[in-house]
């Protein structure tokens, strides 16, 4: 009973999140990339800590969770938590830097337009791969 409610939990968070990264990369992300350089880094001044308080919680209890349910879960619970932990990964790849360097203006405003394109890319592979692990978490519970 508890192992069936850790995982209708696991899977409601990994849906939160895949939800509000696709929210992110449909509406977000392509406003971002129609900003002027000089108010895209203002704006990201203004809204990068409020969506880092956002999604570090987030990302971090869907990948919790999912390792979680996957130590006592099946195939589908470890490849959900696979797939969370390699979105994790790819946070720190690429995502912590490249944030940093929006925050910190470290990023030459020529140079903006193609780095938000790179970052637009690497939000989607994370999104799907996101979605993937709902799928595998909601095979799991099925």
Avoid at 58 to 74: D, K, P
């Amino acid at each position: 009973m508890i192992i069936d409610i850790l995982h209708v939990l696991t899977t409601v968070m990994i849906g939160l999140y895949a939800g509000s990264l696709l929210t992110e990369a449909m509406i977000l992300v392509p406003y971002w990339r129609r900003m002027e350089p000089a108010e895209f880094f203002r704006l990201h001044g203004t809204m990068g800590p409020p969506l880092f308080r956002y999604f570090a919680p987030l990302t971090t209890a869907a990948v919790f969770l999912s390792v979680i349910a996957a130590i006592f879960g099946g195939f589908w619970q470890i490849l959900a938590a696979c797939l969370c932990v390699t979105a994790l990964i790819i946070f720190f790849l690429y995502f912590k830097n490249a944030n940093q360097s929006f925050a910190d203006h470290s990023l030459e405003t020529a140079d903006l337009p193609s780095e938000l394109s790179r970052w637009a890319s690497w939000h989607w592979l994370r999104t799907v791969i996101i979605i993937l692990a709902m799928v595998m978490s909601v095979y799991g519970l099925v």
